[in-house]
């Protein structure tokens, strides 16, 4: 039970979980360009972000949309476009003369071979500096979408299959 009256209110974006400020002046402190990577339930947005007097100015951004403009007729947010999406990113922030960066996954949890890391992954892969451990980013198979390809295979006589199973329950149901 509470003894006095003092109660310290936390920052209205923590109490919405939105930002944990710990993890944010650490960044911060570096003093370098953030690649800031945050997921939707559709897509991935990438952006470089510097960080000036308390204010946080974007310097490149996009999301994985943009790669309907090169052909992808698949989902934006799988792990083969997050992996495009950070190249796109890496190439631009290379051409603006930003050649490193350190990764922001906000809150955003952090487990092996994730979405996030496909990102980095591309961002690498493009040229940029990442202070990263080799052992977090998932592997070639999953980045060229194997593990898609063959979830698909198994998948191909559905249909048929399907056809044959219902007649089996309506024979057994007459």
């Known amino acids: 039970m509470a003894k006095d009256a ?6 209205r974006r923590r109490r919405e979980f939105k930002t944990n400020y710990k993890k944010r002046i650490s960044l911060l402190k570096s003093g370098k360009p953030r690649l800031v990577v945050r997921k939707t ?7 470089i972000v510097i960080s000036k007097e308390a204010q946080d100015y974007t310097l490149i951004g996009i999301t994985s949309k943009i790669l309907k403009k090169f052909g992808w007729n698949y989902s934006c947010k799988n792990l083969p476009a997050c992996y495009l999406t950070g190249l796109i990113i890496g190439k631009l922030a290379i051409k603006n003369n930003i050649n490193e960066a350190i990764l922001d996954i906000g809150l955003n949890r952090s487990t092996k071979g994730n979405r996030i890391y496909a990102v980095l992954k591309g961002a690498l892969d493009a040229g ?8 977090i ?7 060229k979408g194997f593990h898609i390809a063959n979830y698909l295979e198994k998948f191909k006589n559905l249909p ?14 007459k």
Do not use: W
């Not at 003092?6 to 920052?11: D, E, P, S």
């Not at 980013?137 to 980045?143: A, D, M, S, V, Y």
């Not at 048929?160 to 149901?173: A, G, S």
């Open 6 to 11: 003092t109660y310290k209110v936390k920052f």
């Open 41 to 47: 339930n559709r897509y991935i947005i990438a952006q």
């Open 128 to 135: 940029l500096k990442v202070p990263h451990s080799e052992e």
């Open 137 to 143: 980013l998932p592997n070639e198979e999953r980045i």
């Open 160 to 173: 048929n299959d399907f056809e044959l199973v219902k007649q089996k329950i309506l024979e057994k149901f």
